[in-house]
């Protein structure tokens, strides 16, 4: 999972792509990246800066007026394998030929290991990191080559090569592709896994066009949202800002991620025509009905959530049941993501950091603790610890999601199959390791049925870490074995920058 951007304009965009980065700066804290491209208006010179670190710490004032030019795209990076730590495999990536072209992915490619072999063996392309973005990039490069050997460059030469990659590659990716002196370039999968949108505004000096991975960056920038990018659908912007769009993939299905919707993307954004925070609502309706049929809710005396992607559900739920919401527990914004961090003691000495416990509203209490997931559970097992620290008789744990039984493969660090609690456990043994006195998961159908009723055109949910359903199909048991393999042979680094997820390829976004 990473956030991505690109914007074509007739004035400077460094400071609107760093300001759209702090606003998808959720999807990714370990590093961050601006390419623009000018300073003449052809945009046919490129300027780069990329490091480990939040959007905040990486540009500093040196760094923004490194950074000229009217033509951009930015990354902010949440690694989910390859080498995590390296600042080379930070985004964008660059290849100079044909054209020259840059390059941030949000994703993961399931067939980058063959991939790997096949430009190699018969592109004839040199590949020096160990990322699934480099092979992204250079079989794009590939791609356009080919169709584009008569210049000028047009867009149906770009949508033919678009085309040819959606046939060659497997996996999930929104991509964004600045080519130098013509304009940017952006596709999604076919099956429409990641998100991408675009939005544009018109200026004293002309048309600006934005595309990104969620809409809040748009409307935070000023950009008026336009339209999702449909699954399989390239649009090509031109210097001079008129969008170009094709269809490009032969039979395309729009199968968005459910946990984007679960925790993933910000409440405040709206993906594939649905609203995150009216499907975390519905999602706390749904939740309640299955509480309601579980145990009696007059044995609850509060609902809490654990902050924060939890808390449409938990208000929700609340309200549904007749039980007073409550703020039990206080967060400190500036502690990284748990469930990215390495090693399970530097797990759960984060948790203790993230999270502080009002005691005056447990004591004495029976409490519902709403959670948006549980992974791996050990999370939720020191939270149970603390509120029931903090006095309360008993505790309670409902999860807005159904369990997480499998690994996610498209771009986001679920784990392998051992580190995952409901793989292969019933509710009882889960309950019984985390220490509530209830455990209470959402249902999949119900679940599917209250977001997809938001947007009744979607032909489903990506929802294979609950489902077991691989939907690009080209997932099998010894992916999984490999995954198991490296995951276990790979030292885990003690720094926070992210959880190395070991697939044949290396994810980047």
Do not use: W
Not at 124 to 141: Q, W
């Amino acid at each position: 999972m990473c956030g991505i951007v690109g914007v074509i304009s007739k004035s400077p965009v460094n400071q609107l792509i760093y300001d759209a980065l702090l606003l998808l700066q959720h999807r990714g804290q370990d590093a961050a990246g601006i390419v623009t491209a000018g300073p003449d208006e052809r945009g046919r010179k490129f300027f780069m800066h990329k490091a480990r670190g939040m959007v905040r710490d990486v540009f500093r004032t040196r760094n923004m007026r490194g950074l000229p030019g009217t033509v951009g795209l930015g990354q902010v990076r949440y690694p989910t394998a390859g080498n995590a730590y390296s600042e080379e495999e930070a985004q964008p990536f660059y290849v100079n030929a044909p054209f020259g072209l840059v390059l941030v992915h949000n994703g993961n490619l399931t067939n980058a290991h063959a991939l790997r072999r096949e430009l190699f063996a018969v592109d004839r392309r040199h590949l020096n990191t160990e990322s699934d973005t480099e092979v992204l990039i250079n079989v794009v490069a590939h791609e356009l080559e080919l169709a584009a050997r008569d210049l000028p460059l047009t867009p149906e030469a770009i949508f033919k090569a678009v085309g040819t990659v959606h046939r060659r590659i497997k996996g999930s990716y929104a991509v964004v592709c600045l080519i130098a002196g013509h304009g940017l370039l952006a596709f999604r999968d076919p099956f429409g896994i990641r998100p991408l949108c675009l939005g544009e505004i018109d200026t004293p000096n002309g048309k600006e066009v934005m595309v990104a991975s969620e809409s809040v960056a748009l409307e935070g920038t000023g950009h008026k949202f336009v339209r999702d990018v449909a699954p399989g659908e390239a649009v090509f912007i031109d210097l001079d800002g008129k969008v170009h769009a094709k269809q490009c993939a032969q039979s395309p299905s729009h199968n968005p991620c459910i946990f984007e919707f679960v925790y993933l993307a910000r409440p405040d954004s709206v993906i594939d025509g649905i609203s995150v925070y009216q499907a975390r609502l519905n999602m706390g309706e749904t939740l309640a009905q299955r509480l309601i049929s579980t145990m009696p809710p007059s044995e609850v005396d509060v609902v809490i959530p654990i902050p924060e992607s939890s808390r449409p559900s938990a208000m929700q739920l609340a309200q549904k049941i007749g039980k007073p919401y409550r703020e039990g527990f206080v967060k400190n914004r500036y502690v990284g993501r748990t469930f990215i961090m390495p090693g399970q003691a530097m797990r759960k000495k984060s948790v203790r950091q993230k999270l502080n416990a009002i005691a005056s509203e447990f004591k004495g209490r029976n409490v519902l603790l709403v959670d948006d997931s549980i992974v791996r559970g050990t999370t939720s097992k020191e939270i149970v610890q603390m509120a029931r620290e903090a006095g309360a008789k008993k505790v309670y744990l409902a999860s807005a999601a159904p369990p997480v039984r499998f690994p996610n493969v498209y771009g986001i660090d679920m784990p392998t199959k051992s580190e995952l609690i409901a793989h292969g456990k019933s509710i009882e043994e889960i309950r019984a390791y985390i220490g509530c006195d209830a455990l209470i998961y959402q249902d999949l159908a119900a679940m599917k049925r209250a977001v997809g009723s938001l947007n009744p055109n979607l032909a489903g949910f990506e929802a294979s870490c609950f489902d077991g359903s691989y939907i690009t199909g080209d997932v099998s048991e010894a992916d999984f074995a490999a995954i198991e393999t490296q995951r276990t042979s790979q030292p885990q680094e003690e720094d926070g920058g992210g959880m190395r997820l070991a697939l044949q390829s290396a994810n980047e976004g």
